[in-house]
């Protein structure tokens, strides 16, 4: 079946350091990916996606790129800030499933001054 | 407000009672699904509900889940008989199609004792 596995958190950073978190998927045919975030409080929500190979979703200085050769699809920023700190989700979604997503286990990011 | 709207925000139940969790969606959206979420696990798919059409059930996990959806707006998830393994974050999201950007509600805490 498919799946999707996550860096396991919690990471914590110092303000304005570079981020990464893994994102790798298990998937019969070509998916299309997202990551959501979820601040504390809040629902999750959209952070960015991309809908096929090499594609590259950017938001909020956020950025991830579909690599098919080594099915990830990893989340990066450049400089973090505090108000970062969510909980990160990757999930991908299969052509027909409608919104039917499958999500990794999500990752927290803790931006420390 | 204009977003998901979930209730309760917090259940706690003893085993074997019913509960019912309540899903107000954006208004206008034709789409809307059920997750779960479970201590340490990805977000689960349960139920997808899209306009008209019979809902996907695929994900529920047992007979003792149920949901529907009154009038293509509100809808209610019940679990019957339940179990200390139902204790889980219920989240709802809606979208405007069946492929759109989800929104998702804050999610109904259930604790069952």
């Known amino acids: 079946g498919n799946s999707v596995t996550q860096m396991e958190g919690p990471v914590t950073l110092s303000e304005e350091a570079f981020l990464t978190i893994n994102c790798t998927y298990t998937?019969?045919?070509?998916?299309?990916l997202f990551w959501y975030v979820q601040y504390p409080g809040e629902g999750l929500q959209l952070l960015l996606k991309?809908?096929?190979?090499?594609d590259k979703g950017s938001n909020k200085g956020f950025e991830a790129t579909y690599r098919k050769e080594t099915t990830s699809f990893h989340l990066e920023k450049g400089s973090v800030q505090v108000s970062d700190s969510a909980v990160y989700f990757c999930?991908?979604?299969?052509?027909?499933?409608?919104?039917?997503?499958?999500f990794g286990t999500g990752t927290q990011l803790k931006v420390e001054l | 407000g204009a977003g998901v709207s979930q209730s309760p925000s917090n259940k706690v139940t003893e085993k074997g009672k019913d509960v019912e969790l309540r899903c107000d969606p954006i208004s206008g959206h034709t789409a809307l699904y059920w997750y779960r979420q479970s201590l340490g696990q990805g977000l689960e798919f349960l139920i997808y509900?899209?306009?008209?059409?019979?809902?996907?059930k695929s994900g529920l996990p047992s007979d003792r889940f149920s949901a529907e959806r009154t009038g293509g707006s509100v809808s209610t998830l019940t679990i019957q008989r339940t179990q200390q393994e139902d204790s889980a974050v219920y989240l709802c999201?809606?979208?405007?199609?069946?492929?759109?950007?989800?929104?998702f509600g804050e999610g109904s805490r259930l604790t069952v004792l």
């Open positions: 509900f899209q306009g008209n059409s019979a809902p996907d």
């Open positions: 999930a991908l979604r299969m052509t027909g499933g409608g919104n039917k997503l499958t």
């Open positions: 999201a809606s979208s405007w199609t069946a492929t759109g950007e989800l929104f």
């Open positions: 991309a809908t096929k190979a090499d």
């Open positions: 998937a019969t045919g070509y998916p299309s």
